[in-house]
Structure formats: C-alpha cells, structure tokens
C-alpha cells in the first residue's frame, strides 16, 4: 500500500514562481494599443452635481477622451441583494448625485498612464452639498439627510421584525446585561488594487482580464452592467494578489473600462492607486451590535438577544446582507435556551460595504463571545469556566439550532480544553494575579473565544456543487481544470495533491487551471471557505471516475476483466491480478485517446468548522499600548489535507482578526471625508506588531464529503478578534474597565482606564 500523500505538508507547488521570477498581475500584462483609463472621483460625500466640465482636461497631451454618466448607455447596477429598492441602484459614474467619497463621477482615457492623472485633475465638478449622513446610527434614526429620496428612508433591508421581539426573553434570569458595542469598519487592503484590461474583437465578443476570486461570478455580474450577454464575454484571472471577499462579481470601474474599450474600438486597461483603493474598494464589517445577555449566577445563559445596525455604505452591495450570516449565526456555539435577533441595514455616506474574511460571521462571534465575557465579569465568574458550562455538547449527528443553522458535527468543550491547556491557562491566570497585586504598570489579560462558524454556504438546489476536470496525458501529466479561484490559497498544490492521491502522478507533472471562462464556462469561485470542501471534492471525485474510465480502456487492451485489474498507484498503471507482467499505464492509455472526465460534486451542505482562540495581552496601563503577547488556537476544519497550507490560512487568517482587535479602523469626519486613505493613515498589521502564533491540532471531520474536510479560509480571522478585544479589557478588568470598543487603540485604552477610575473615584 504506497503511503497517502495526503495529511502531508507538501511545499506549496505556486512558490518558485512566485519567489523567482514573480506572478503576472492584470497590470502586468503586455495589451499592445491599449489606453488607460483614470476615474475622477467625487471629492464629497454627499451633494448634487452641478455640472461637470471636462474641456480643460480634453486639451491635455495625450487625453482620448472623457466620458461623464451623460455618455454612458449603461444600465445602473442594480442593489446586489434581493429585496433592496432598486431605486437604490448605483449608476457606473454619479448621475445627479455623489453618494460617497471615491465615488466614479468621470473617466479621463490617455495614451499614457501618468497623463491621465494630471488630466483628472482638471476635471471640473461643481457641486451643490447636501448634508451628509456618516454615521450609521443617525441614517437609521429617521431625521438625518435621505440618501435615496425615491425610497423615502435610509433603511436598505431588514431582517426579522423588531416588534416581535418578547418582552419576557429575559424573565427569570437572575442577572441581565445589555450594551452595545460596535463592529468598525475595516479595508480589504489586498496587497494587488483593483485592476481590469478589456478588449474586444471584431465580432463584438469581449475579453476582460480582472483580478477576481471567480471569473464566472464575475462574467455573470459584468454581463448584466454592460447589457451583454454571457457568451459575448470571456473572464480571464490572472495572478491575485490577494482579495479577502472584496473581489467577487465585478465593481462599476470593471464595467467602465469594458465600455470605453467598446466606445473607442480599442483595448483600454486601468489599475488603482492605494488611495483609490482605500476608498474605492468595498470595506468590512461596520455593524453596532446591542448585544443583551441573561442568566443564573451559576454562569448559566438562558437568553440571549442581538440587535444589529449594519452600515451598508452607500450603495447596497453584499454588505446590505451580512445581518443575515450575523444571525444565521447568532448562538455560536452555546446552548442557549432562548435566542433571538433582528437586524435593519442602511446606507450612508460612506464607500459601500462588502465581504471581507469571515462576512458576517466575525461579526457574530464577536457579539457573543462579548456578551459572554460581560456576563461572566457581572456574575465574578472565570470567563473559561462561564464558556464549559454553557457550551453545546459534542455531536456527531446534524444538530439545528434556534436560527436554522445546521451544525454538521462538532465537539467544542474539547476544543476549549485543548486551547486552555495549550495555554497554559491556569498559569496565566497566576502571572496576572501577581501583576494585578503588585499593581504593575504593565498588566497581563488573556482572552478567549470560542467560535463555531458557516463555510460552503449556498442556496444552490440539490446542494452546494463544483466541478473538475481531470486529465491525463500521453506523456504522464495530467491537467485539471478548477470551478474555484485561487488567490493565496494554494489550490494548484492541494488539488494536484488530490489527483496525484487516485492516480499516481507526481504533483510536479499535474496542472492545475482556473480562471478563464472560455476553457471553463461553470464554477462557483473562491469565497465563504469552500474551496477544499466542494472544488477539492470534485477533484477527487473526477480522478475516482477518471480511474473507472480508463480501467474499461485498460481491459479492453489487456483483453482481460476489468474485475480482474488491479490499479498500482506507484506505478500510475493496471495490472492484471496475479500477472504484474501484463500492464498498462494510465499515460499510454491516453495516447490511444483522449483520457479525461469532468465530474460535479455535490455536497449535503455546508460545513461548521469551529474551535477556541486564547489570547494573551499586555497592556501599559500609563500609556495604554496594547502588545499580542501570545495567540494559542484550536481551529478545527475537519480532516486537513495540507496542514502547511492550512496553517498557513490560520496564520494570515489570525493576524487579520487580531488586527481589527487592536489595530485596524476606516475612520470619516462628520463630513464624510476619509480619514485613512493611506497606509500611513490606515495601520494595516504587519508582522512586527504579532507574534508567531501556537497552532494546536484537532480535526473532527464532515460526513459531508468524503475529504471530511471543512473550510479553514475565514477561521483565524473569526476567532481572534473577539478572543483579543476580551484579552485587552480582562488586563483591565480589575481596574473596573468593562468595555473597549475595537480597535482598542492606545487612545481609547486610555480613555477606558480614565474612566474608570473616575468612576471608582466618584463611588468612593
Ligand atoms: N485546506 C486543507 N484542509 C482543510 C481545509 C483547507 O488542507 N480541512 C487547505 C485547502 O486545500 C486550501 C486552503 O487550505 O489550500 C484554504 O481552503 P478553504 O478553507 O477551502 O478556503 P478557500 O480556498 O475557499 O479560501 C477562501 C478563504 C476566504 S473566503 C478568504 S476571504 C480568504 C482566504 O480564504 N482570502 C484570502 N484566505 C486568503 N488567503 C490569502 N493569501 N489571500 C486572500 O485574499
């Protein structure tokens, strides 16, 4: 029996390109005659457009053409999520109104790149200002400014009715705490901006190149803003440099440069700036959560109940939906007799909200896990201790919870136990008791969350579905074609490791492609963590099937049964039982004919990877400078395929969620000017301010496919922000700090302990 390559941590197979001669970007590629296009972005958050005056612009060197929404014949996008008013469509550039800053109001084309910034800046707007709406709390009061006449409030979706809500939820509990606490706003800030290059041909057929995370999504999303239909247009995806949710489907810039390629009869190209970026691309999170939590003061939770404002940004994209994967996963993964929550999304004027890791699931993670630690701090009681008590026991069979979701398997006092015990957690606790009593300037807080979390979600019928295409060549390679779209994850390793797996070829000699919708018309992308789970699968399955095939074909040429034939992985070849002589191998069977299958793999549903993170803190109490001293993390995905890779995910994942702890924040003065339009304003982590985090082990797997696999994409991103954001305010608990809205900058830390103790003072 040759030894499974998978469960092994074989070398990422992308990582000599990557580290040698490097990735081929959008903006990479050679697009001979094509012309650039530059956007004039609004320069207000909220105000009419007077007029535009592109004539001091026009007569810049090298400028072709420039274009506002009066020479558009584009239909306005409409809201990205069912049940939104279309009347809260946007148009590809501000028609009438400017509804944000970076909003597109023109597009200046050039010969040369650099001619088209100068040239954008004589691009005069005059604009009449209109009050600006900036908070999310105000647009949904019912007395700020309307961003949409039309629809008469700011309210984009709701979603469960907020007069259902019982009055007697809490009756009973001996202790109730409620408070709420906001979920801010956060920037993709993937390391490649936005990008696009189109040109089309003579027969009117289309093809973009997009940096996405599914060319098919994003053929679909592009048809319909540019009025085409699908088969006039081929996505290619070249290299991603990354996308964290914020590059699914296609943004108005995208269907942009395809028209002015069209417009112009000639290939046209753009890429953004950071700035534009910062702005332009869709940002994360921004919910304010009124988190209410009740039980007995022996740490029992018998209610719990989740009010969610979600900023939706300007225009309703994806954002406008997160409430739903926000309660879908309210309870986590307590036990909670009585749960409920309700959510209204508005818009504002603010750059639209949009996936970004986790998408509605860290937002419910942090409620809960909050509301935990406030009722554990009320009733004086060790958060670990509040968290074993009132954790789901574990279950092998699907087990539904008060809002629908259908945990698959799960087994979270396990992996409560393994974290705190890979802590350390009782020593911990000691080292901060010692500081606590010597009143240390520098005081220790551990954090802990435990999270259960949605990967693979999907409304598809018959199940969540992706397909492959595996095939073996003449010269013992094999290609496989890939329905999902890798930007940073690794799929041409695993899913090379899939195939080697059933058909005993090495890695090095598999192809693996995604990406270009000519040569692979269906697939559902690289989003919600399913990649493994459903893409994965259908590789496996595809070899599995591939194998079938071609021991037909090996029976027919050996003139034996196919009963009778054994396949030798090792030697990649059938043999006949009994008669190793008599053989023949995969390569030579497709020199005779094409050797291939396509196979679509269906899951039973999505899966629910979940585990507990333990964070460890210092924080200057003088200063109020946090440092992540430690992040120890079970994050349970089911059976690992790669457990570099996969540990390679919970790194990335934890730095990003710890930062949004701590660290990151998109912040708009009361006008609604971005604050952090650059790296030097916006603290995107980087390595320096993390530490090598304590990965432990633990895989319980699926029964939903046969990998037993579970997605891991999102899981690191889920679990630490609320494990840190408890860490920073247990350093303080003793202090009477109960509550630090995130990111605890070295400001607000301040601020909190100024607070208390002014509190403290006062009581005395
Ligand atoms: N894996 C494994 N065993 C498991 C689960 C996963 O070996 N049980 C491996 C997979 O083979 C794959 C990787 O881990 O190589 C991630 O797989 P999976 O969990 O299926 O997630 P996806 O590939 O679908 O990735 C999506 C997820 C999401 S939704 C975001 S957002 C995200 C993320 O992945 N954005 C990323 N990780 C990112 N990583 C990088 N570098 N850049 C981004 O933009």
Same mark, same amino acid.
């Given at each position: 029996?040759?030894?499974?390559?998978?469960?092994?941590?074989?070398?990422?197979?992308?990582?000599?390109?990557?580290?040698?001669?490097?990735?081929?970007?959008?903006?990479?590629?050679?697009?001979?005659?094509?012309?650039?296009?530059?956007?004039?972005?609004? *320069?207000?958050?909220?105000?009419?457009?007077?007029?535009?005056?592109?004539?001091?612009?026009?007569?810049?060197?090298?400028?072709?053409?420039?274009?506002?929404?009066?020479?558009?014949?584009?239909?306005?996008?409409?809201?990205? #999520?069912?049940?939104?008013?279309?009347?809260?469509?946007?148009?590809?550039?501000?028609?009438?109104?400017?509804?944000?800053?970076?909003?597109?109001?023109?597009?200046?084309?050039?010969?040369?790149?650099?001619?088209?910034?100068?040239?954008?800046? +004589?691009?005069?707007?005059?604009?009449?200002? !209109?009050?600006?709406?900036?908070?999310?709390?105000?647009?949904?009061?019912?007395?700020?400014?309307?961003?949409?006449?039309?629809?008469?409030?700011?309210?984009?979706?709701?979603?469960?009715?907020?007069?259902? !809500?019982?009055?007697?939820?809490?009756?009973?509990?001996?202790?109730?705490?409620?408070?709420?606490?906001?979920?801010?706003?956060?920037?993709?800030?993937?390391?490649? /901006?936005?990008?696009?290059?189109?040109?089309?041909?003579?027969?009117?057929?289309? /093809?973009?190149?997009?940096?996405?995370?599914?060319?098919?999504? &994003?053929?679909?999303?592009?048809?319909?803003?540019?009025?085409?239909?699908?088969?006039?247009?081929?996505?290619?995806?070249?290299?991603?440099?990354?996308?964290?949710?914020? =590059?699914?489907?296609?943004?108005?810039?995208?269907?942009?440069?395809?028209?002015?390629?069209?417009?112009?009869?000639?290939?046209?190209?753009?890429?953004?700036?950071?700035?534009?970026?910062?702005?332009?691309?869709?940002?994360?999170?921004?919910?304010?959560?009124?988190?209410?939590?009740?039980?007995?003061? %022996?740490?029992?939770?018998?209610?719990?109940? +989740?009010?969610?404002?979600?900023?939706?940004?300007?225009?309703?994209?994806?954002?406008?939906?997160?409430?739903?994967?926000?309660?879908?996963?309210?309870?986590?993964?307590?036990?909670?007799?009585?749960?409920?929550?309700?959510?209204?999304?508005?818009?504002?004027?603010?750059?639209?909200?949009?996936?970004?890791?986790?998408?509605?699931?860290?937002?419910?993670?942090?409620?809960? @896990?909050?509301?935990? %630690?406030?009722?554990?701090?009320?009733?004086?009681? %060790?958060?670990?201790?509040?968290?074993?008590?009132?954790?789901?026991?574990?279950?092998?069979?699907?087990?539904? /919870?008060?809002?629908?979701?259908?945990?698959?398997?799960?087994?979270?006092?396990?992996?409560?136990?393994?974290?705190?015990?890979?802590?350390?957690?009782?020593?911990?606790?000691?080292?901060?008791? =010692?500081?606590?009593?010597?009143?240390?300037?520098?005081?220790?807080?551990?954090?802990?969350?435990?999270?259960? @979390?949605?990967?693979?979600?999907?409304?598809?019928?018959?199940?969540?579905?992706?397909?492959?295409?595996? @095939?073996?060549?003449?010269?013992?390679?094999?290609?496989?074609?890939?329905?999902?779209?890798?930007?940073?994850?690794?799929?041409?390793?695993?899913?090379?490791?899939?195939?080697?797996?059933?058909?005993?070829?090495?890695?090095? =000699?598999?192809?693996? =492609?995604?990406?270009?919708? %000519?040569? $692979?018309?269906?697939?559902?992308?690289?989003?919600?963590?399913?990649?493994?789970?459903?893409?994965?699968?259908? #590789?496996?399955?595809?070899?599995?099937?591939? $194998?079938?095939?071609?021991?037909?074909?090996?029976?027919?040429?050996?003139?034996?049964?196919?009963?009778?034939?054994?396949?030798?992985?090792?030697?990649?070849?059938?043999?006949?039982?009994?008669?190793?002589?008599?053989?023949?191998?995969?390569?030579?069977?497709?020199?005779?004919?094409?050797?291939?299958?396509?196979? #679509?793999?269906?899951?039973?549903?999505?899966?629910?990877?979940?585990?507990?993170?333990?964070?460890?803190?210092?924080?200057? &109490?003088?200063?109020?400078?946090?440092?992540?001293?430690?992040?120890?993390?079970?994050?349970?995905?089911?059976?690992?395929?790669?457990?570099?890779?996969? @540990?390679?995910?919970?790194?990335?994942?934890?730095?990003?969620?710890?930062?949004?702890?701590?660290?990151?924040?998109?912040?708009?003065?009361?006008?609604?000017?971005?604050? &952090?339009?650059?790296?030097?304003?916006?603290?995107?982590?980087?390595?320096?301010?993390?530490?090598?985090?304590? +990965?432990?082990?633990?895989?319980?797997? &699926?029964?939903?496919?046969?990998?037993?696999?579970?997605?891991?994409?999102?899981?690191?991103?889920?679990?630490?922000?609320?494990?840190?954001?408890?860490? $920073? $305010?247990?350093?303080?608990?003793?202090?009477?700090?109960?509550?630090?809205?995130?990111?605890?900058?070295?400001?607000?830390?301040?601020?909190?302990?100024? *607070?208390?103790?002014?509190?403290?003072?006062?009581?005395?």
């Amino acid at each position: 029996m040759p030894v499974s390559i998978l469960g092994t941590r074989v070398i990422r197979t992308e990582d000599p390109r990557f580290l040698t001669t490097g990735g081929i970007y959008t903006d990479d590629l050679r697009l001979p005659g094509a012309c650039h296009v530059q956007f004039v972005r609004s *320069a207000v958050a909220h105000a009419r457009i007077v007029s535009i005056d592109v004539s001091a612009a026009l007569a810049e060197p090298g400028v072709i053409a420039a274009f506002t929404a009066a020479d558009l014949d584009l239909p306005v996008l409409p809201p990205a #999520v069912p049940g939104v008013s279309s009347q809260m469509g946007q148009s590809p550039l501000a028609d009438g109104v400017v509804r944000f800053v970076g909003e597109p109001v023109a597009m200046v084309v050039t010969e040369g790149r650099y001619q088209g910034e100068d040239a954008a800046d +004589l691009v005069d707007v005059d604009y009449d200002p !209109l009050p600006a709406v900036v908070d999310m709390t105000d647009a949904a009061s019912g007395e700020s400014a309307v961003l949409f006449p039309a629809v008469g409030s700011n309210v984009a979706a709701t979603f469960g009715d907020p007069a259902a !809500l019982k009055a007697d939820l809490f009756d009973g509990c001996e202790v109730v705490v409620s408070r709420t606490i906001v979920n801010q706003r956060v920037a993709p800030a993937p390391m490649e /901006t936005r990008a696009a290059a189109a040109q089309w041909d003579g027969d009117g057929r289309l /093809t973009a190149w997009i940096p996405n995370q599914g060319a098919q999504g &994003t053929r679909s999303s592009l048809a319909a803003m540019l009025g085409i239909d699908q088969a006039a247009l081929r996505i290619i995806t070249p290299d991603v440099g990354g996308a964290f949710g914020a =590059k699914f489907g296609a943004d108005p810039e995208h269907a942009l440069v395809c028209w002015a390629a069209r417009r112009l009869g000639r290939p046209a190209r753009w890429a953004e700036t950071r700035n534009e970026n910062l702005v332009g691309m869709t940002h994360g999170r921004a919910q304010r959560q009124t988190i209410t939590i009740g039980g007995s003061r %022996d740490g029992t939770v018998q209610a719990y109940r +989740l009010e969610i404002l979600q900023d939706a940004g300007a225009y309703p994209r994806f954002g406008a939906f997160l409430p739903a994967l926000t309660i879908l996963m309210a309870p986590g993964p307590y036990a909670i007799g009585r749960a409920e929550a309700v959510a209204k999304s508005v818009v504002t004027n603010t750059t639209p909200v949009g996936a970004y890791r986790g998408a509605g699931r860290p937002e419910a993670t942090a409620a809960v @896990e909050r509301a935990i %630690d406030l009722f554990a701090a009320e009733i004086g009681l %060790d958060p670990a201790e509040v968290r074993a008590k009132n954790l789901l026991p574990p279950f092998t069979q699907p087990h539904t /919870t008060a809002f629908g979701a259908v945990y698959d398997s799960g087994d979270y006092p396990a992996a409560l136990a393994k974290a705190l015990d890979a802590a350390g957690y009782g020593d911990l606790r000691a080292e901060q008791a =010692k500081r606590r009593a010597s009143a240390d300037v520098t005081q220790l807080g551990i954090g802990l969350s435990c999270y259960v @979390e949605i990967t693979g979600p999907g409304a598809e019928e018959g199940g969540p579905r992706e397909n492959a295409t595996v @095939e073996v060549h003449p010269d013992g390679g094999a290609t496989i074609l890939t329905g999902t779209s890798p930007h940073g994850q690794g799929h041409e390793t695993v899913w090379a490791m899939l195939a080697s797996e059933e058909l005993g070829i090495p890695i090095d =000699k598999i192809t693996v =492609k995604w990406g270009d919708t %000519d040569l $692979i018309p269906e697939g559902g992308g690289t989003g919600g963590s399913r990649s493994l789970q459903q893409g994965g699968a259908a #590789v496996q399955q595809a070899s599995r099937e591939l $194998i079938d095939v071609a021991r037909q074909r090996a029976a027919d040429e050996l003139e034996a049964n196919p009963d009778d034939l054994v396949f030798d992985v090792a030697g990649s070849a059938f043999a006949v039982a009994g008669d190793p002589d008599a053989s023949v191998s995969l390569a030579h069977l497709a020199g005779q004919e094409r050797l291939f299958v396509r196979a #679509v793999f269906r899951t039973t549903g999505p899966t629910f990877p979940f585990g507990t993170h333990v964070a460890v803190v210092e924080v200057d &109490t003088e200063t109020g400078k946090v440092t992540l001293r430690r992040m120890v993390t079970v994050d349970d995905a089911g059976t690992v395929i790669n457990p570099l890779l996969a @540990e390679g995910q919970r790194h990335g994942g934890i730095a990003q969620g710890a930062a949004q702890a701590f660290l990151e924040e998109v912040v708009y003065d009361a006008d609604g000017n971005p604050m &952090t339009s650059s790296f030097a304003d916006y603290p995107m982590v980087s390595a320096t301010e993390v530490p090598s985090f304590e +990965l432990a082990d633990m895989a319980t797997p &699926t029964t939903y496919n046969p990998l037993g696999a579970k997605g891991i994409g999102e899981a690191g991103t889920i679990g630490s922000t609320p494990a840190v954001q408890n860490a $920073i $305010i247990d350093a303080l608990a003793h202090l009477g700090v109960r509550h630090i809205d995130m990111p605890a900058s070295p400001l607000r830390v301040w601020q909190a302990l100024r *607070a208390a103790s002014a509190s403290s003072l006062a009581a005395r």
